[in-house]
């Protein structure tokens, strides 16, 4: 089942990396006769639909909204505090991306954002986070409030009941979500999203180009 999940997701999130360029060849602008046609790019695509919103609260339960961080780039994670192996390995990532950057990585405020805000409450996050690298913030809400967050960003996950051998499958839980790290510009514009595969150095790379340029 989880594997069928993970592939419907992939099927279904049009937003980011390599999905949407699959989409380009047939996302094409109409153009009258005459006039070459003209292909939207996957940004293109991505601007239209990551439109980054979210209301949630912080590691100190003050409200936080995206229109707050206007001004600054902004790269956003979405996972959860008990996740085993991917969130703590993608946090670990954005602090190397932060170390990395150096006086660069001013203009840059990482977010992680729950999708487990049963468990995950503010006071929850923000130590989280904090284990990590003093400049992430991390962020919950309700749950109509993280599943908003989630939308806005294309971005996908789903419990998934953990059995205790009873059979049961009801005493634990764990999240499936994306792993995407999605990089928003200062008008709260979407830019690009890093995968798994791309390298601190990479990240960091195209990073301190894309500021450079605004």
């Given at each position: 089942m989880r594997k069928l999940r993970l592939m419907l997701w992939f099927a279904a999130a049009t937003a980011v990396g390599l999905f949407a360029a699959a989409y380009v060849t047939n996302l094409k602008t109409p153009a009258p006769v005459g006039e070459a046609e003209k292909a939207r790019t996957a940004e293109e695509i991505a601007r239209e639909i990551v439109t980054g919103?979210?209301?949630l609260v912080d590691g100190r339960g003050r409200p936080v909204t995206d229109a707050d961080f206007r001004?600054?780039?902004l790269l956003i994670f979405f996972g959860f505090t008990h996740c085993p192996d991917i969130c703590p390995t993608t946090l670990g990532t954005v602090a190397l991306v932060m170390d990395e950057l150096g006086a660069d990585g001013d203009a840059l405020q990482p977010l992680f954002i729950t999708v487990d805000p049963a468990r995950d409450t503010p006071e929850v996050v923000g130590a989280y986070v904090a284990?990590?690298?003093p400049r992430i913030i991390g962020l919950t809400?309700?749950?109509?409030?993280?599943a908003s967050a989630a939308k806005s960003h294309r971005a996908y996950y789903a419990k998934v009941p953990v059995s205790d051998g009873t059979g049961t499958g009801t005493d634990d839980y764990a999240m499936d979500h994306s792993a995407h790290l999605y990089l928003m510009d200062p008008d709260g514009l979407y830019a690009t999203a890093f995968s798994q595969t791309d390298t601190v150095e990479a990240?960091?790379?195209s990073i301190r180009e894309r500021v450079a340029r605004k």
């Open positions: 919103e979210f209301a001004g600054s780039w284990a990590f690298h809400g309700s749950e109509e409030q993280v990240m960091a790379r």
